[in-house]
């Protein structure tokens, strides 16, 4: 089984940085794209940012500019830097990888348990 494990979250005021790390544990074959989500009270999830294998990255409008992703392999760590926080970026963040196994072929997106960060003064 594959599990990821956030961490990073807390409480910060506006104009402060944190950095959320995903830790992947244990039987893995193959991690392909990951991405970083959040779901704020009364909304819907929505993508934040994703990074491919080779490190390809994507962002939502909202957090351009202020959030960096990226992934260490060999640790099977992923990261997501956040700077210049507001308000509005309060939500609970919940990573994701796909995982495959090149044996099978078989593919399957595994997901965190989630980490709260709340902006606030």
């Known amino acids: 089984q594959v599990q990821l494990v956030e961490s990073g979250g807390g409480l910060v005021q506006p104009g402060g940085s944190l950095r959320l790390s995903c830790a992947i544990f244990?039987?893995?074959?193959?991690?392909?794209?990951m991405g970083w989500y959040r779901q704020a009270p009364g909304k819907e999830r929505e993508l934040v940012a994703t990074?491919?294998?080779?490190?390809?990255?994507s962002y939502a409008d909202s957090v351009k500019g202020r959030f960096t992703i990226s992934r260490d392999n060999a640790k099977k760590t992923m990261y997501l830097q956040m700077n210049s926080l507001k308000p509005e970026d309060t939500a609970v963040y919940s990573c994701?990888?796909?995982?495959?196994?090149?044996?099978?072929?078989?593919?399957?997106?595994?997901w965190g348990q989630g980490t709260q960060v709340t902006v606030s003064s």
């Open positions: 994701n990888a796909d995982h495959s196994d090149p044996r099978s072929g078989y593919s399957r997106v595994y």
């Open positions: 244990g039987v893995i074959f193959r991690i392909n794209d």
């Open positions: 990074i491919t294998k080779s490190g390809s990255t």
